[in-house]
């Protein structure tokens, strides 16, 4: 198999015009973040805010010119929408590096707008936290695992850029095909999944600055054939910054599930996270205790290593409902490591069951109301 170098990705993309200024993509500086790794190519386009949706017909032109060089396994090409672009340019009016897209600039999000939805997908379910580092995207597989358990068609999207988890918790090694328009999820125990782990190498870095990282998110709920889904989940980046609140506000939620460990500091981020779904109008359906108690492997007995209870009474100071508890025990990191999650590998134990439990519930709030209601889960 040929082997492509960032040379032949560049030349392929000089064939590419750029309607408005006339010039060929890369001298125009619209190309930023190319990153390859093992044939997988992935780029950003970017263009003013006046031209984004518009020059979605330009992003695909380029995705297919280096799709066609020999060896490309796969190409993800993004559109970002910058608010100045006269910061393309450096002193001497010529266009800034391309490779790597590093840029001293400062950068600004695009203005969020409001999706209508994900075509063929009923209800969206976002798994989102506070902070990271407290089993995030553990919960977000294995609540998605109980969905499929009870019979619903189920997604799941790692929308977790710098640090996707999916491909280790599923075990994908694989990359996405398409069908010549979207790319198709690959599925592990009945569940339909899409990363940006699945495409880039997992010691790479994704060294992409925010628009890049929005346009990435918004393609691959839009450009990938979920369809037909009763739930999609959405594990979320970690934290309240731009990422999280443009997501918010650029997908039709509902609800928000919060799910915290029950340490004083981590109540802190989880009032955090719900401040910010209400400041969002996305009401708090309710609030779920992760690693609630330590179970011993050997004697069976129960230890409070992190407090007790904590969730329940924010819940309640909160006014919000609390959900159920999620315990600490080595199974569930155990299965979680072999990339075959505590719901799919033992699923009548009572570790798998706490998840069933609990994707009960969120189905039963699902069903609330004239439409499905989506629901995000923190920690």
């Known amino acids: 198999m040929a082997t492509p170098t960032e040379d032949d990705i ?13 010039r060929n993509v890369v001298d125009a500086g619209l190309i930023t973040g190319l990153i390859l790794r093992n044939n997988h190519v992935s780029f950003a386009v970017e263009v003013p805010p006046e031209r984004g949706a518009a020059s979605e017909p330009l992003r695909k032109a380029c995705e297919s010119a280096v799709n066609e060089i020999p060896g490309v396994l796969s190409v993800s090409a993004v559109l970002t929408a910058h608010r100045e672009a ?7 009016g010529a266009p800034p590096k391309h490779a790597h897209g590093h840029s001293h600039a400062h950068e600004q999000a695009p203005t969020p707008a409001r999706m209508t939805g994900v075509p063929g997908v009923k209800s969206i379910i976002a798994v989102a936290s506070g902070k990271g580092g407290v089993g995030k995207s553990t919960v ?20 977790d850029i710098y640090g996707p988890s999916v491909p280790r918790l599923l075990d994908i090694k694989e990359k996405p095909k398409s069908d010549g328009k979207k790319l198709l999820p690959i599925e592990r125990f009945g569940l339909k999944t899409m990363s940006i782990g699945f495409m880039v190498d997992q010691d790479t870095p994704m060294i992409w600055r925010g628009p890049m990282v929005m346009s990435a998110l918004t393609q691959m709920l839009g450009d990938v054939s979920w369809a037909p ?17 443009t997501l918010a506000q650029r997908v039709p939620l509902a609800g928000a599930i919060v799910v915290s460990t029950p340490q004083d500091l981590a109540l802190i981020d989880a009032r955090k996270g719900l401040a910010m779904f209400r400041k969002t109008e996305v009401p708090v359906l309710g ?36 959900l159920g508890e999620i315990p600490l025990v080595p199974a569930i990191r155990e299965t979680s490591d072999a990339g075959t999650p505590i719901v799919a590998a033992y699923p009548n134990s009572a570790e798998a069951k ?16 004239t439409r499905a209601a989506p629901a995000i889960i923190m920690e």
């Not at 560049?10 to 006339?22: H, K, M, Q, Y």
Request: aromatic content about 4%; overall charge neutral; proline content about 4%.
């Open 287 to 322: 609030i779920v205790e992760n690693m609630s108690v330590f179970i011993c492997p050997h004697c069976g007995g129960a230890s409070h290593i992190f407090g007790h209870d904590g969730a329940r009474k924010t819940a309640a100071e909160l006014g919000c409902d609390f």
């Open 354 to 369: 706490a998840f069933l439990a609990l994707a009960e519930r969120v189905a039963a709030k699902l069903a609330v109301g």
């Open 86 to 92: 006269a910061r393309r340019t450096n002193a001497g």
């Open 10 to 22: 560049l030349r392929a993309l000089t064939a590419i015009r750029d309607p408005v200024s006339g």
């Open 140 to 159: 977000a597989v294995n609540l998605a695992l109980g969905l499929v358990a009870l019979g619903f068609k189920t997604g799941l999207l790692d929308a």
């Open 229 to 245: 889904l009763d739930i999609l989940v959405v594990d979320m980046p970690p934290g309240t910054g731009d990422a999280q609140l």
